[in-house]
């Protein structure tokens, strides 16, 4: 991540921040650093689940075999307009 840094005003409630505390002081961090790791993990957070992925490779096999039926962008637009 590139040293450019944004200010963001974050309200919790006491219970979070004393939970928050206690976990980071477990890990001998400082809350700050602490919170900025896990939401930096949460939002790298790109697992996969099993289901997902054997719904994207039956799509493939379906391409593959060509039985997907595809639609323009037009259509799309069409059917999904309200």
């Known amino acids: 991540m590139s040293g450019d840094k944004k200010r963001k005003e974050l309200n919790l409630d006491r219970d979070t ?11 001998g961090r400082n ?10 993990d949460k939002a790298n957070c790109s697992e996969l689940n099993d289901e997902y992925k054997l719904m994207i490779d039956k799509k493939l096999q379906n391409h593959k075999i060509g039985e997907l039926d595809y639609i ?3 259509e799309f637009r069409k059917q999904t307009s309200r």
Do not use: G, H, V
């Open 17 to 27: 921040i004393a939970i928050l505390s206690i976990q980071a002081e477990k890990e």
């Open 72 to 74: 323009s962008e037009e």
């Open 31 to 40: 809350l700050k650093n602490y919170m900025e790791d896990i939401l930096k």
